[in-house]
């Protein structure tokens, strides 16, 4: 099956800073990959679609100057978190589809927590 | 407005009991997938449901995506304590199949 990879599984910063997610997708290319929000005992919400080679598209409420995506190669988009606040804290997880139009898989998630 | 309405939020029973989870809509699909998710990872898809009135089984999940195409159940039958986790409904969006609209999640807690 197809494997999506993120990078790192966990990340402590401090409030201020900028920590950078990786997404690759291992077995297969993708040239769109999605980037979604967890808080504790929440659901999935949906931050924005990474494109290869073009702007990310955000969705409503979402700071694009803040969650900065670069979507550099067919297997690796990242997810950055500038100027990182206490509320920022969440599970980021990435998904990709092998084949464009069908089922993505997930990543592993990616577990942030701002001090 | 939610787009899925999932219920319940949270499932508490005992090993051996059984439990259906709902997830409805005012809208139709042209499909809506299961995905279960364990703390500290990414969920994982159980199933797509793609016709009206289609029943899908997968071992002791029962899976249905109603007649109308707006609403779908998920039926475990005797819980075990490995079917602990969150259970999420999802459509996809636009254009995309890969971009999901999640509803709310069940937790489920399966107590030996």
């Not at chain 1, 694009?64 to 995506?69: E, G, P, S």
Request: aromatic letters at 10%; hydrophobic letters at 35%; a neutral charge.
């Amino acid at each position: 099956g197809a494997v999506v990879s993120q990078h790192p599984s966990w990340v402590i910063c401090k409030s201020g800073t900028s920590v950078k997610i990786e997404c690759r997708s291992l077995d297969f290319q993708a040239t769109t990959m999605f980037w979604y929000r967890q808080f504790p005992k929440q659901s999935l919400m949906l931050m924005a679609t990474s494109n290869e080679g073009s702007k990310a598209t955000y969705e409503q409420g979402v700071e694009k100057d803040k969650f900065l995506i670069n979507h550099a190669s067919l297997t690796l988009s990242t997810l950055t978190v500038t100027s990182a606040h206490p509320e920022d804290s969440s599970f980021y997880i990435c998904s990709a589809p092998p084949v464009p139009g069908t089922e993505a898989f997930f990543g592993q998630g990616t577990r942030l927590t701002v001090v | 407005t939610q787009l899925l309405e999932q219920s319940p939020q949270f499932l508490s029973i005992q090993e051996g009991e059984n439990l259906t989870v709902y997830c409805n809509s005012s809208s139709v699909f042209s499909s809506l997938q299961w995905y279960r998710q364990e703390p500290g990872e990414g969920p994982v898809l159980l199933v797509t449901v793609v016709t009206g009135g289609e029943v899908k089984k997968l071992k002791r999940l029962t899976f249905q995506f109603g007649d109308a195409r707006k609403d779908s159940s998920l039926h475990i039958t005797a819980a075990q304590p490995g079917d602990t986790g969150l259970y999420l409904c999802a459509v996809s969006g636009g254009t995309s199949y890969g971009k999901l609209t999640f509803g709310q999640g069940t937790i489920l807690t399966v107590h030996p």
